[in-house]
């Protein structure tokens, strides 16, 4: 599976702390892995994302991506309150 990164995010991800950078890593890893594992939460948020999903990164980040196929691709990052307000 191949993934890629949004320039919305990459820019959105040089602004995190790093502590937050770390974490996203390491969520990152176990989604590859295993995209399933409840720790994720990954969950559809197609009513405020068309045909997007979020995965938890810690316990108020949250990473939205789309998958096409055996591409994955995250579009944005931030709080819970940034991305749904």
Known sequence: ??????????K????LP?????KFEE????????PDNS????HSVEKAYPK????NITGDYRAIYQKDEDLICFMIIGTHSELYS
Request: proline share 0%; no cysteine; aromatic share 12%.
């Open 1 to 10: 599976m191949d993934v890629i990164f949004h320039r919305d995010f990459k």
């Open 12 to 15: 959105q991800f040089k602004k």
């Open 18 to 22: 790093v502590k937050i950078q770390k």
């Open 27 to 34: 969520r990152l890893n176990l989604f590859l892995n295993e």
């Open 39 to 42: 720790t994720l939460n990954n």
């Open 52 to 55: 997007s999903r979020s995965i």
